[in-house]
Each structure stands twice: as C-alpha cells, then as structure tokens.
C-alpha cells in the first residue's frame, strides 16, 4: 500500500463494506484518522489519505454523492469497488477487462462519474465478482445455503458449470494493496469452482447432506415452479447449469497478492463467533 495514514470508507454499511471496514480500519495506528461515511452531510473531512468507496453494487445517484466526498476530502489516492456486472453478459469463459461494457448499465454510468470526478488523483476500480462468499453473504448464495440448510438443494449429474467467486476477507486486503495505483482490474480468487464444488463446501460448512438429480428432473421442477409464478428455482436451474468465468491475471500479474481459494476456506477454516 501507498504510505497512507489516513483512510476515509464511504458507503460501507452493507454486506461488503463490514469486511471493507474490518481490515482497513486494522492498518490505522491512531483510530481518529479512520473514518466511515454512511450517510450525507458527515462533515468536515479531513483533507487527503485513501478514499474508498466500499459498494460492490454502485448506483449513479451514490456516485455523484461519492464525487462531492472526493472534492471535500482531496484524497491522495482513491479505490471504487464495482462489480463484472458491468460487462452484463450471462455466460462465458474467462472474461478479461477487455470485454466491451455495457456503457448504459447503471454500473458503466457510477464509473464514469468516478472516474470524471477523480481527474488526476490515483484511482482503482475493482470489480467484483457476482458471488462474494462470507458470513452473512446474501443473493443467490444466500438462497443456495437455505436450501442446503432446508436439505432442498439438489446437485445435477453430469453437469461442471463453473463460476468465479472470492472470499470477502480478500477484498480489504486488495484495496489495501492497490492505494496509489490507477486502473480497472477485476478481482477473483482465480479458482472457478464448479457450482457443485462450491455446494459442497457450503453443505460441508453446514453440516448438511446434499443429493444429486438429473438434469431433466431439474428442468421439469424449474418450469413447474415457475408456471405457479416462482421465478426462484428457475434462477437457480440457470445457475447451476451455466458457465460465468472472469480472468484476474491483470490484477495478479501486477500485484503482489496470494488469493484465498474459497471451497478450500470454507472445507478448512475453523469458524467461530468471530468469523467474518
């Protein structure tokens, strides 16, 4: 990390900002000069230091506030967390930061005002994958573990869709690491497990057994459920069975970073009341 005393977190009173906050307040000798804006008008600031903006979901309406705070505060460096939803593809397979954006996606639309904003101050945006593992984790992962919990969740033969995740407590490490330097990068522990995998390592932390169906089994609960008007078991179908993969060598090739492998975590981790 750039020699920075100073941080101020904007935005971190959600599910990735806890662990945002957990480790970046952690490298801050004197407790006054770390500070978390959740709200409007947290004033005054202290002027300089990293500025980060700790949503892995950015709307253009938060971003134009985020540029307001980046006038008051005149950070030395700043890290926008974003997410590869901006790229709003369904399917594919090592996807890079060469990938054309949808540059009307409300996602596309934050960076830009970020970006605008910051004009020659350092900046990192990190875009996230679409399923961030952790305590507390929400999403399509959220509904994954109530189904294993319920003993619900069913695995489907024959099928190895893969999909790119990371462990949240990599993400305060990783913005850490990047202060001070410029470019967009995306941020994944590089593992793509099989749905599958994951499942198991979900069902192993869970204590739960998981069983396997066929495919056509699958599809025919699927279109059942949504025929009654739930789209849930449809999502999850498509979740299981298709492929979303996104490269981060960009982001390791230029940073000194080890990732955690998040199926291994969750099998080997010894979890208690303090686990984030």
């Given amino acids: 990390m750039k020699d920075i005393n100073r941080i101020t977190v904007f935005d971190s009173d959600n599910y990735i900002g806890r662990f945002v906050t957990h480790h970046l307040r952690s490298l801050i000798a004197d407790p006054e000069n770390y500070h978390n804006l959740n709200g409007v008008g947290e004033g005054p600031f202290k002027i300089g230091g990293l500025l980060v903006w700790a949503s892995d979901n950015p709307k253009a309406g938060t971003a134009r506030r985020f540029s307001e705070i980046i ?9 926008m967390l974003s997410t590869v939803a901006v790229y709003d593809v369904e399917s594919g397979e090592n996807l890079n930061e060469l990938t054309p954006v949808k540059e009307t996606h409300e996602v596309a639309e934050a960076e830009r005002i970020v970006k605008e904003a910051t004009g020659t101050i350092p900046l990192v945006i990190l875009r996230l994958p679409l399923l961030t593992v952790g305590t507390g984790m929400d999403g ?9 919990s319920r003993s619900t969740y069913n695995t489907i033969k024959d099928k190895d869709a893969r999909v790119s995740v990371i462990h949240a407590t990599d993400i305060g490490t990783a913005i850490a690491t990047v202060a001070g330097a410029d470019g967009v990068f995306n941020l994944t522990d590089r593992a793509d497990p099989t749905v599958a995998d994951l499942a198991d390592a979900l069902s192993y932390r869970i204590g739960k057994r998981i069983f396997r169906t ?13 025929a009654f008007g739930f789209t849930r078991p449809e999502k999850m179908y498509r979740f299981k069975t298709t492929t979303l993969t996104f490269s981060s060598e960009m982001f390791y090739s230029k940073f000194d970073v080890r990732p955690t492998d998040t199926v291994n975590y969750l099998k080997t981790h010894n979890y208690d009341e303090n686990s984030l």
């Fill in 214 to 226: 066929t495919d056509k089994a699958a599809r025919r609960i699927a279109k059942l459920a949504s």
């Fill in 71 to 79: 006038q008051d505060v005149k950070p030395d460096a700043v890290v």
């Fill in 140 to 148: 399509i992962l959220r509904d994954m573990v109530n189904a294993i």
